[in-house]
């Protein structure tokens, strides 16, 4: 089976530019989440879709941040414009019903962000 | 509000020594618990959880945790650490109702030979 998949594995821009992010979850899995983790901490919950529709976006910083998941399947993270602290690695992990208290999530490996 | 603290940021151990990685959680009422271990360049693979029942939990590679209430914490174990188990450790809390898993900061383990 395979796994969760990202693109780009790695990502230099300056700030102020915009770059955006995808993942492909494993396949049949409905719910899918984007977290940031900054160096030296744990991650943190940016998104949740089910399906196509979002669950749960309160802490993404709306003002530059969007995602979409327009099919269900697949999912784009843009960030726009970005900044200094903007620096971390951008996680994807997918479900397959969407009770994280009760199921397993699957992580990708990883999109790591360096904003200069 | 929950939170998570894992209050060693960096363990060293001998290949084959004993490990516990400690994990405090603040929460209202008795919380999902969850580790996580994460190897350098790659995602998060889940070790254990525990919901209910039994407060020691098996995990995979060899790993156990034991839930205290009265100590709110949830402690990761392993009997004989293997070169292969370098990598950071994380423990979740998560309601018993919504979707918010919170991550501790982690806990970098480096083995000796």
């Known amino acids: 089976e395979a796994g969760v998949a990202q693109s780009p594995r790695y990502k230099i821009i300056e700030k102020r530019q915009s770059v955006a992010f995808w993942c492909n979850p494993i396949?049949?899995?409905?719910?899918l989440y984007w977290y940031q983790q900054i160096l030296g901490q744990g991650p943190k919950l940016l998104i949740q879709?089910?399906?196509?529709?979002?669950?749960?976006d309160s802490q993404l910083p709306k003002d530059r941040f969007s995602a979409e998941r327009l099919k269900g399947v697949d999912s784009t993270l843009k960030i726009q414009p970005a900044k200094l602290e903007d620096s971390a690695v951008y996680l994807c992990?997918?479900?397959?019903?969407?009770?994280?208290?009760?199921?397993?999530?699957?992580f990708g490996p990883g999109t790591r962000l360096l904003v200069l | 509000a929950q939170s998570v603290t894992q209050p060693d940021i960096h363990i060293t151990v001998s290949e084959g020594a004993s490990l516990e990685l400690r994990c405090n959680y603040s929460?209202?009422?008795?919380?999902?618990l969850f580790w996580y271990v994460q190897s350098p360049g790659q995602g998060l693979q889940l070790l254990l959880k525990?919901?209910?029942?039994?407060?020691l939990v098996q995990g995979i590679k060899g790993f156990e945790a034991e839930f205290k209430r009265s100590q709110s914490s949830f402690n990761l174990r392993k009997p004989s650490v293997h070169w292969s188990d370098a990598a950071e450790y994380f423990c979740?809390?998560?309601?018993?109702?919504?979707?918010?898993?919170?991550f501790g900061g982690g806990t970098r383990l480096m083995v000796k030979p």
């Open positions: 992990a997918s479900s397959l019903v969407g009770v994280p208290t009760q199921e397993t999530q699957y």
């Open positions: 396949s049949g899995h409905a719910t």
């Open positions: 879709f089910q399906n196509n529709g979002v669950v749960d």
């Open positions: 929460y209202g009422a008795t919380p999902y």
């Open positions: 525990y919901f209910s029942g039994d407060t």
């Open positions: 979740a809390v998560g309601p018993l109702s919504g979707n918010m898993l919170t």
